[in-house]
């Protein structure tokens, strides 16, 4: 009988320890959500804004470049400027930021002014995504890629269906309520985790000079430049996804193919968890680097035999592109959180995506006015990624054994 009631008590803790667990890692993907939708939903806004304010849709468009640069740049720093011991309150000071700064957006009536903001929101969302992600893995470390991935596909979702959502309010209530309902749900997240975040394991005091040796370190440099890579190629062509659409069939929307494509990406998000908890992040990651060179290479493929056959290989590639990034800051927070800058590896990480998202940009643009066939600017985005699933396998094999 005692024995019993030793078996009740024991699975009654197990269970009240899972529960705040998986609570935190659902506010922390509802602010992850919020990020996604805030990340993107600026671009949508700019003919309105433009109108609002008077402005040229070039200068307009320095909001997305201001976010995304704050965000790459100046959340690194933020990180590593963070004590070790503050992790907590620097995640839930780095969400109330991005709250204050989108509600301060929404009442922007200056230009300047918003953009400045905007400046703010992006620093917020960095931190905010970078500690989240650790946090989760804190929380639940018996299950750490599962809780990863259901903060991206948290982030993903709120690019998939947060963004549509927000311009269809925008269309009906002007343009700031999109922000106000970034900043509203970036609320509620805030609040839950105020009340259900429990402390965060701290870490010894480490000067600013010795977090940046990470980048010394031949293993976290090597899984950056793999995200790089992944990128350039994944994010870099997404840019160009419409004119590729176009070059196919001029009549044709592409709007059901960006769907498609982040409706690729949240099941991408999700669904890698396990797999990386099983069979380790460094093989997960040789994996995904090689679905997304096989995406690129079939879609020109496809596209020319039948332009709804090329939905197959962009769901592919968004799965492919968003799932790489669980297995990516798993296997960083593996290599660095004994040395206590887990959190400045997951932010460089970061950083890298969105380097890399300009890069491939750049690149992309370059090629067109060198009149490359847009199938070619696939072809290419394949080729930069199987040059990141070499890296990666060299990676792999060297060694051999970690996780």
């Known amino acids: 009988m005692c024995k019993t009631h030793d078996y009740r008590d024991a699975n009654r803790s197990v269970n009240s320890a899972k529960a705040p667990a998986l609570a935190t890692v659902y506010l922390i993907a509802l602010g992850a959500f919020a990020l996604g939708m805030a990340s993107y939903v600026t671009a949508g806004l700019i003919p309105m804004i433009e109108q609002a304010f008077s402005v040229s849709v070039a200068v307009s468009a320095q909001l997305v470049t201001a976010f995304t ?23 839930l000071t780095a969400l ?17 002014w918003l953009l400045f903001c905007r400046v703010l929101a992006g620093i917020g969302s960095g931190v905010y995504l970078a ?27 709120g690019t998939v269906l947060g963004v549509p959502v927000g311009l269809v309010l925008a269309e009906q209530l002007g343009w700031a309520s999109a922000l106000w309902l970034v900043a509203l749900l970036g609320m509620i997240a805030l609040v839950g985790l105020f009340w ?9 005091f480490i000067p600013f000079h010795r977090k940046l040796s990470l980048l010394l370190d031949g293993q976290v440099t090597m899984i950056l430049l793999v995200s790089l890579l992944a990128a350039i190629s994944s994010l870099g062509m997404y840019t160009f996804l419409a004119v590729l659409i176009a070059s196919y069939d001029s009549s044709a929307s592409v709007t059901p193919f960006l769907w498609v494509w982040g409706i690729g990406g949240v099941l991408g998000s999700f669904l890698i968890g396990p797999f990386a908890d099983h069979f380790g992040g460094s093989k ?6 090689l679905a997304l060179t096989l995406s690129f290479l079939l879609l020109p493929v496809l596209a020319r035999w039948d332009l709804w056959l090329a939905i197959l290989p962009i769901v592919l590639w968004g799965a492919a592109g968003w799932a790489l990034q669980v297995p990516q800051n798993n296997q960083l927070l593996y290599e660095r959180e004994a040395r206590g800058d887990g959190n400045l590896a997951v932010a460089l990480n970061e950083s890298a ?7 491939g940009a ?27 699933a070499l890296l990666q396998l060299i990676n792999l094999r060297k060694n051999a054994g970690s996780y």
């Open 69 to 91: 640069l704050a965000y790459g740049i100046g959340s690194p720093v933020v990180v590593a400027l963070l004590p070790g011991n503050h992790q907590r309150n620097g995640l």
């Open 96 to 112: 109330l930021v991005f709250v204050v700064a989108n509600a301060a957006s929404a009442l922007a009536t200056d230009f300047t």
């Open 131 to 157: 500690l989240g992600i650790a946090a989760v893995a804190s929380v639940s470390p018996e299950s750490r890629g599962k809780a990863i991935a259901t903060v991206m596909g948290g982030m993903a979702a």
């Open 196 to 204: 259900r975040l429990p402390a965060l394991p701290g870490a010894d």
């Open 284 to 289: 997960m990651t040789l994996l995904i680097m």
């Open 353 to 359: 995506l969105y380097l890399g998202s300009a890069i």
């Open 362 to 388: 750049a690149l992309g643009g370059l090629a067109l006015l060198l009149e490359v066939p847009i199938g070619m600017l696939a072809i290419c985005a394949g080729a930069i990624a199987l040059v990141g």
